[in-house]
């Protein structure tokens, strides 16, 4: 997948890590977004057996961006752990929050519920790992 | 696209009872439902059999997903109400609009969000069809066990017992019909209408007491093994093992067994 050249014009910075370090920590309180320029990284989940990978997001994948579109809290749901070397392009979150925030309710709605979605489906799918080991 | 806001339908409010499909999988559908009252579950059909993958409640929005994805796609899910809901539902030409004169960056990440929440989904059904795999054939070994165990001895008698799942209350009795009968467990039929709301599944523990002779009562915690479809109409058949039994109850059945 390549990224996308609208998204590489929010782009105000690129960051480097190395092979497993941590991106996102969840459970931390902060609303970076980001998007993957180089490498994959592993998505993981706390759970009562450890830290699970849930998933693993590439080039062109966002990272980061369910805290900024859910309403509410900016909790980080999960953790992010570089899968080899990472290049991530960090985006600039004021002119993205500025741009979210001008979307008509219904719309802002439609999309906080997606990521909702998102979050429970995550969750769903560690508790089943967790089960099935 | 111009506003054409008369050829928009209107917002329909929507009554669900129990268990009546709001959406179907696989359905060309277009419609975006709000939940405002009640709870509504989303399943995926596999292996024959519906899976569930969550459960909405007040506030939440289903069938957005068929939206994001666009128009040519069908339903990725079916939606059930869970308990009676009240649902609004509306035209997407009233976010369609809006949804276009989004800024790229969120059509995007929106877009993987869905792609996401399906893999999600996918991996949710996948893992639940190993495990329930995994319990037939722990319950297959349950089974085998219980009939090696009852091949030694069993009885073949038709008194009544009553019997109440371990978590009903106390002045709960469902009857059946005791139609062998072995150290081990026995086995019974129960009329269907008899079990009032109760569901049965294998595993489920109860608490049955039986006359084996005239004032010879018997009491025991068994477990449920298996289940089928009685030979008569209306009726099912339970086989049980039993798991506990005090050592006056197991005396009696002693007895009883050799008699």
């Known amino acids: 997948m390549t990224v996308n050249s609208q998204v590489l014009d929010y782009i105000a910075s690129e960051e480097s890590f190395l092979d497993k370090s941590v991106i996102i920590k969840e459970g931390s309180m902060d609303d970076w977004v980001y998007v993957i320029l180089e490498g994959r990284v592993k998505i993981k989940k706390q759970t009562s057996r450890g830290l699970l990978t849930i998933d693993t997001l590439s080039k062109g994948d966002f990272v980061g961006e369910m805290a900024m579109l859910k309403q509410g809290s900016t909790t980080r749901t999960a953790s992010v752990v570089a899968d080899g070397p990472v290049v991530l392009g960090l985006l600039d979150s004021v002119r993205l929050t500025k741009e979210w925030e001008a979307q008509p309710t219904r719309i802002k709605k439609l999309i906080s519920n997606l990521i909702q979605n998102l979050e429970e489906a995550t969750k769903k799918a560690a508790d089943m790992i967790v089960a099935s080991r | ?259």
């Open chain 2, 1 to 259: 696209m111009t506003k054409a806001k008369g050829k928009i339908p209107p917002v329909v409010k929507l009554n669900y009872s129990k268990g009546d499909l709001i959406i179907k999988e696989g359905d060309y559908g277009i419609s975006i439902y709000e939940v405002i009252s009640g709870k509504v579950g989303i399943f995926i059909e596999s292996g024959g059999t519906e899976k569930r993958v969550a459960i909405l409640g007040p506030g939440m929005i289903i069938g957005e997903m068929a939206f994001i994805a666009g128009s040519t796609s069908t339903r990725s899910a079916s939606a059930r109400a869970l308990e009676d809901c009240y649902l609004e539902a509306c035209h997407p030409a009233m976010l369609l609009d809006a949804y276009k004169k989004m800024p790229d960056i969120l059509r995007l990440i929106a877009g993987q969000a869905l792609k996401l929440i399906v893999r999600m989904n996918k991996m949710v059904v996948g893992l639940s069809l190993k495990q329930e795999q995994l319990q037939d054939s722990q319950t297959q070994e349950l089974s085998d066990q219980w009939e090696e165990k009852r091949k030694f001895y069993r009885k073949m008698v038709s008194p009544e017992c009553v019997f109440r799942p371990v978590n009903s209350p106390k002045d709960l009795k469902i009857r059946g019909r005791i139609r062998d009968i072995g150290k081990g467990g026995l086995q019974m039929t129960v009329k269907t209408s008899g079990l009032l709301n109760y569901t049965l599944i294998p595993g489920d523990e109860l608490f049955i007491s039986t006359y084996l002779l005239l004032d010879q009562k018997v009491n025991m915690t068994a477990k449920i093994i298996w289940m089928k479809k009685g030979e008569t109409d209306g009726f099912i058949s339970l086989g049980i093992a039993f798991t506990h039994m005090e050592s006056e109850d197991r005396k009696r059945l002693g007895f009883f067994l050799m008699a």
